[in-house]
């Protein structure tokens, strides 16, 4: 056989019988009985192993929904180049089109929802600039969607989200079909609005619920922390007050056959999720019990240094903060050169200790 | 799904004729990958979905005029690695900050812990781990294109914008320091595996 006359570890290492073997255990060709000879070409291959073995390459899974939105966003840009012009459908694969053509009114409506009258002008120039992106999580669990300015949505299964790639200087705005938990990073003078069929959301800074499903009768809003306003997109009959303040953990329904809000009330539990009954102020509390926490308000998985930070507390107060303020404060209050970093959805937090 | 798996030679020369299925396909196929190769690159993860776009809609765009590449996956490795080279070139916010080089191979590898059964092979499995991450970027990213994607040395020097030569050179000098730090330095070797244990 050809191995035996291999004289460097790189023919080991890409010869594909000997791959399979080492990296699948797939041993097609007896290389375990043949590596026992103890042979100089052998100790070669062993070498070659090791190499492979140790050179591992950790590939995030990408979850289904991201490519999907990838791909017609893609096509969203080849039809803006102008020469795109995209010939007759053919034939393999034909459920293809309907997502798309699905995709198409979705914009189409969203258009229409932001040429309505009563919007303020900049919302038609979001639009006209071509840079929005459009998230539906197919997937069966929730999706944490990171925006631009720090603040993160934690987007439901079957619902979706739509949001410039960068903010406007003086408004963020986002629309959302289904249900989403918002949280906002701070800044007055640049507000944040999210459009939710009838009903658009307003904050500075601060974390709500929406749930905006377009086969239910009403649109609800759930507060959790801060002053959330709501109005609705057209200015309604006589008699309702064109704009409502909701406080931490009131919730309010507009119900969308009258156009009409009921009065806020407190929100019951079992209209939110884990995030919302969770506690994010912790009192001398191991720097892992805080990550697990927040793993379970998110659903995301961390991976963190276990050893190095077993003997690290801390004391902090994080309820009001979009998930990435959290994971930077706990960094920072953990010290030394603890640093975090967001992947491909996952997180990573490398730290050598803590203070 | 289709039970029947088509080639990329034939997606792509379905695509060539105007297939938008064929280019979905191939969309789908690929996109999980470049994500991560993307990231691996550059630190700017934020602007790595924007550039495989930008390399699917070029696809497209001048389909017409495209030559079949040899292996897609090569050919949109190397599309996404130069866009990205390009972009950050470009935008002045990133090539303010950037080094000497602007795409730089910085993902760590790690080791196949699944497929060790033995202690001591995973102590020696652990220590060339380390010995191959403290390699220079670019013959990092050599090995991981000859030996995780599997490309060509003639695709990689394409990628690299590097002479076939060189790359042959990088790549056997990569192994050589790797093999003469790990055979030479046993004593290194114990000190390193105390200290890991810790």
Redesign the interface.
């Known amino acids: 056989m050809q191995r035996n006359l291999y004289q460097t570890?790189?023919e080991y290492?890409?010869d594909p019988s000997f791959r399979r073997w080492?990296?699948q255990?797939i041993d097609d060709d007896g290389w375990e009985q043949w590596m026992k000879q103890g042979s100089g070409t052998t100790n070669l291959a062993r070498?070659a192993q090791?190499?492979?073995?140790?050179?591992?390459?950790?590939?995030?899974?990408?979850p289904e929904a991201?490519?999907e939105n990838?791909?017609q966003?893609?096509w969203q840009?080849?039809g803006s180049?102008g020469?795109?012009i995209?010939?007759i459908?053919?034939?393999?694969?034909t459920w293809?089109?309907a997502a798309a053509a699905m995709l198409l009114l979705g914009i189409g409506l969203g258009w229409h929802f932001m040429k309505q009258p009563s919007m303020p002008e900049t919302a038609v120039e979001v639009l006209s600039k071509n840079n929005l992106t459009v998230r539906l999580n197919q997937t069966k669990t929730p999706m944490l969607i990171m925006l631009?300015d720090g603040s993160s949505v934690i987007l439901q299964p079957g619902s979706q989200l739509e949001f410039p790639?960068v903010f406007d200087r003086n408004e963020r705005k986002v629309s959302l079909t289904g249900e989403g938990f918002f949280e906002i990073s701070k800044n007055p003078s640049r507000p944040f609005l999210v459009y939710a069929n009838e009903v658009v959301t307003r904050v500075v800074g601060t974390s709500f619920r929406i749930k905006a499903y377009s086969n239910q009768p009403a649109v609800e809003v759930i507060v959790r922390t801060g002053q959330v306003k709501v109005f609705a997109k057209q200015p309604a009959t006589s008699g309702i007050p064109q704009e409502i303040a909701l406080h931490p953990n009131e919730s309010i329904r507009f119900v969308r056959h009258d156009a009409t809000f009921e009065k806020p009330v407190i929100a019951a539990p079992h209209v939110t999720g884990p995030i919302e009954q969770l506690q994010f102020d912790f009192e001398d509390t191991p720097v892992s019990k805080i990550l697990e926490t927040i793993e379970l308000a998110y659903g995301l998985k961390i991976n963190y240094p276990k050893e190095i930070l077993k003997d690290c507390y801390l004391s902090t107060a994080l309820s009001d903060l979009p998930l990435q303020q959290k994971l930077k404060i706990i960094c920072e209050s953990t010290g030394g050169e603890t640093r975090y970093e967001?992947?491909?959805e996952q997180i990573t937090i490398f730290s050598n200790g803590c203070n | 799904m289709p039970a029947v798996v088509i080639s990329d030679a034939e997606l792509w020369s379905d695509l060539v004729m105007g297939s938008e299925t064929a280019f979905s396909a191939l969309f789908r196929k690929y996109h999980p990958g470049l994500v991560n190769y993307g990231k691996s690159i550059t630190m700017h993860h934020n602007i790595v979905g924007d550039c495989i776009q930008d390399v699917f809609a070029d696809i497209w765009l001048y389909r017409k005029t495209l030559s079949t590449p040899d292996s897609v996956r090569a050919y949109l490795l190397s599309g996404l690695r130069k866009r990205i080279a390009r972009k950050l070139e470009r935008d002045p916010i990133f090539s303010q900050c950037a080094d000497i080089e602007n795409v730089e191979f910085s993902a760590p590898v790690t080791i196949l812990d699944e497929l060790i059964t033995n202690e001591e092979v995973r102590s020696q499995v652990e220590y060339l781990n380390v010995l191959i991450n403290q390699l220079p970027p670019r013959q990092k990213e050599a090995l991981y294109l000859r030996y995780h994607q599997q490309l060509s040395m003639e695709q990689i020097a394409d990628m690299m914008q590097m002479n076939y030569q060189s790359v042959v050179n990088l790549l056997h000098r990569a192994i050589k320091q790797l093999r003469s730090v790990w055979k030479g330095e046993i004593p290194q070797l114990m000190l390193l595996l105390a200290l890991l244990s810790i």
């Open positions: 570890i790189e290492l890409q080492a990296l255990g070498e090791l190499i492979l073995l140790a050179m591992g390459w950790q590939e995030s899974q990408i991201e490519t990838a791909l966003a893609t840009k080849i180049s020469s795109g995209r010939s459908a053919p034939k393999r694969f293809l089109y631009e790639e967001i992947r491909a």
